[in-house]
C-alpha cells in the first residue's frame, strides 16, 4: 500500500508565508496528478492546487497569485509554498495523489491533514 506523508503547517499571522510537503511512502507509486486540498468545519472539501507530471496547474481562484505547487527534489515529493496568508486561509490542509500502485492499479491516496491558523 501507498501512504502520503505531510509535513509543515501551523499557526501565522496575515501576510506570512507557511510551506507544506508531501512525500509518499510504501509500495511503488507511479503518479499522474499531486495536489492539496483543504477542509474547514462543515464545508466539504476543496480543490487548493494541482500539477501533473505533464505540468499542468490548477489554483482555486482564491490562492491565485499567493500560493505554488511545486514537485521536490526527491521522487514523489511535493510542496505547497503560501504566501500572503489570509484568516480565511484558516483550514486542514490534505496532500493528494493519484496514479498507478504497483498490484493495485489506479489509485488515489490522502494524507493524514495538517492544520493551518492564519490570525489577523
Known amino acids: 500500500q501507498v501512504q502520503l506523508v505531510e509535513s509543515g503547517g501551523g499557526s501565522v499571522q496575515a501576510g506570512e508565508s507557511l510551506r507544506l510537503s508531501c512525500m509518499t511512502s510504501?509500495?511503488?507509486?507511479?503518479?499522474?496528478?499531486m495536489g492539496w486540498f483543504r477542509q474547514t468545519p462543515g464545508n466539504e472539501r476543496e480543490l487548493v492546487a494541482r500539477?501533473?507530471?505533464?505540468?499542468?496547474?490548477t489554483f482555486a481562484d482564491s490562492v491565485k497569485g499567493r500560493f505554488t505547487i511545486s514537485k521536490g527534489g526527491a521522487k514523489n515529493t511535493w510542496s505547497l509554498q503560501m504566501d500572503k496568508l489570509r484568516p480565511e486561509d484558516t483550514a486542514v490542509y490534505y496532500c493528494?495523489?493519484?496514479?498507478?500502485?504497483?498490484?493495485?492499479?489506479?489509485?488515489?491516496?490522502w494524507g493524514q491533514g495538517t492544520q493551518v491558523t492564519v490570525s489577523s
Open positions: 493528494n495523489a493519484q496514479g498507478v500502485a504497483a498490484g493495485y492499479g489506479f489509485q488515489e491516496y
Open positions: 510504501g509500495s511503488s507509486f507511479l503518479i499522474n496528478t
Open positions: 500539477l501533473t507530471q505533464g505540468g499542468a496547474e
